[in-house]
């Protein structure tokens, strides 16, 4: 249990009297004490200072683009990129501030990469940049042991595969029609990671943020979710996207409400729930009258149940 969980247990137990509440949520460090202001102020400076030198240099070359030489550009790239990874090298290893290097040398060699294609014109599909962009900053992924950068080199992976398949078709060689290959592609990717993620992260203490893998949680419900609707308006001839998300449904039923619990991810599995189940008696009462009206019922008593059973999971998991 987290300090919040226990606090808010002996405040419902009432182990605390009410005059003392805001000593204890002070003393449990639940409120940020003085000196962690600074810090946080500090961090989300050096973030914002970091993002704006970036973005200023990409800015600075769209700006002076016909003014500055082809050498010059790409010195002045290069020379970015060179500084950053010094940067890191002097500073100490797995800090924020070596971190920040390493990831804004990441986000500078995109714009190195993406010039190039524009200046040598490689005729590079748009998906190429992307991938290619991930492969090459991936040692620097690995080095870093940071979560945003890992983030962000998926991010990457999910718009190479999206371009891709605008651009070349169907992306896995099953017969499972050009329409939902896009998501089964992306649900075994996001779904993969979120399967490491959740078996590494207690070994690896930096890869221990719960945000991260709810972040990969509701890319990979979106997709499942996403499948089982085109099952049900029969937008593909198989049901395989309808039988993988209840598969998914129950096992993440299972694994976040008995083996870890967690509330977030029951919540956004309630949601996908609903979602899907108010599209299926869509799809079978779209001939009948009042349509909508039964649908807005159905779509209040879903939540309905379902705010009731997260409220009383609740508690359960601040007891436990």
Same mark, same amino acid.
């Given at each position: 249990?987290?300090?919040?969980?226990?606090?808010?247990?002996?405040?419902?137990?009432?182990?605390?009297?009410?005059?003392?509440?805001?000593?204890? +949520?002070?003393? @449990?460090?639940?409120?940020?004490?003085?000196?962690?202001?600074?810090?946080?102020?500090?961090?989300?400076?050096?973030? $914002?200072?970091?993002?704006?030198?970036?973005?200023?240099?990409?800015?600075?070359?769209?700006?002076?683009?016909?003014?500055?030489?082809?050498?010059?550009?790409?010195?002045?790239?290069? @020379?970015?990129?060179?500084?950053?990874?010094?940067?890191?090298?002097?500073?100490?290893?797995?800090? +924020?501030? @070596?971190?920040?290097?390493?990831?804004?040398?990441?986000?500078?060699?995109?714009?190195? %990469?993406?010039?190039?294609?524009?200046?040598?014109?490689?005729?590079?599909?748009?998906?190429?940049?992307?991938?290619?962009?991930?492969?090459?900053?991936?040692?620097?992924?690995?080095?870093?042991?940071?979560?945003?950068?890992?983030?962000?080199?998926?991010?990457?992976?999910? +718009?190479?595969?999206?371009?891709?398949?605008?651009?070349?078709?169907?992306?896995?060689? $099953?017969?499972?029609?050009?329409?939902?290959?896009?998501?089964?592609?992306?649900?075994?990717?996001?779904?993969?990671?979120?399967?490491?993620?959740?078996?590494?992260?207690?070994?690896?203490?930096?890869?221990?943020?719960?945000?991260?893998?709810?972040?990969?949680?509701?890319?990979?419900?979106?997709?499942?979710?996403?499948?089982?609707? %085109?099952?049900?308006?029969?937008?593909?001839?198989?049901?395989?996207?309808?039988?993988?998300?209840?598969?998914?449904?129950?096992?993440?039923?299972? $694994?976040?409400?008995?083996?870890?619990?967690?509330?977030?991810?029951?919540?956004?599995?309630?949601?996908?729930?609903?979602?899907?189940?108010?599209?299926?008696?869509?799809?079978?009462?779209?001939?009948?009258?009042?349509?909508?009206? +039964?649908?807005?019922?159905?779509?209040?008593?879903?939540?309905?149940?379902?705010?009731?059973?997260?409220?009383?999971?609740?508690?359960? $998991? @601040?007891?436990?």
């Amino acid at each position: 249990m987290s300090q919040r969980q226990v606090l808010s247990h002996l405040v419902e137990h009432q182990k605390i009297a009410d005059h003392d509440i805001d000593q204890a +949520l002070h003393t @449990s460090k639940v409120y940020p004490s003085a000196h962690a202001w600074p810090a946080f102020i500090n961090q989300l400076m050096l973030w $914002f200072g970091s993002l704006a030198v970036v973005c200023g240099v990409i800015f600075f070359i769209a700006a002076n683009w016909q003014d500055m030489g082809r050498v010059v550009k790409f010195v002045f790239l290069q @020379s970015l990129i060179v500084i950053s990874v010094i940067a890191y090298l002097r500073l100490e290893k797995k800090t +924020l501030f @070596s971190q920040v290097a390493l990831t804004s040398a990441f986000i500078l060699l995109g714009a190195l %990469m993406a010039y190039f294609g524009q200046t040598y014109q490689t005729g590079a599909d748009p998906w190429q940049l992307f991938f290619n962009w991930a492969l090459l900053g991936l040692p620097w992924v690995i080095i870093a042991c940071f979560t945003p950068l890992w983030l962000l080199f998926l991010v990457l992976l999910n +718009l190479s595969l999206s371009l891709y398949h605008d651009a070349l078709g169907a992306l896995l060689p $099953f017969g499972i029609g050009r329409e939902n290959s896009l998501f089964w592609s992306l649900w075994l990717l996001n779904n993969s990671s979120l399967l490491v993620w959740e078996l590494r992260r207690h070994v690896h203490p930096w890869l221990n943020q719960t945000w991260f893998g709810r972040t990969l949680a509701v890319a990979t419900v979106f997709n499942a979710s996403a499948l089982a609707m %085109m099952a049900i308006f029969s937008f593909n001839t198989s049901s395989f996207g309808g039988l993988l998300w209840i598969a998914l449904m129950a096992f993440a039923f299972w $694994f976040y409400w008995k083996r870890r619990p967690d509330l977030f991810m029951l919540a956004l599995c309630c949601l996908s729930t609903i979602v899907v189940v108010v599209a299926w008696f869509a799809h079978l009462l779209e001939n009948a009258l009042d349509v909508y009206s +039964l649908l807005f019922l159905l779509t209040i008593g879903l939540t309905t149940a379902a705010t009731m059973w997260l409220k009383k999971l609740m508690k359960e $998991f @601040s007891h436990a």
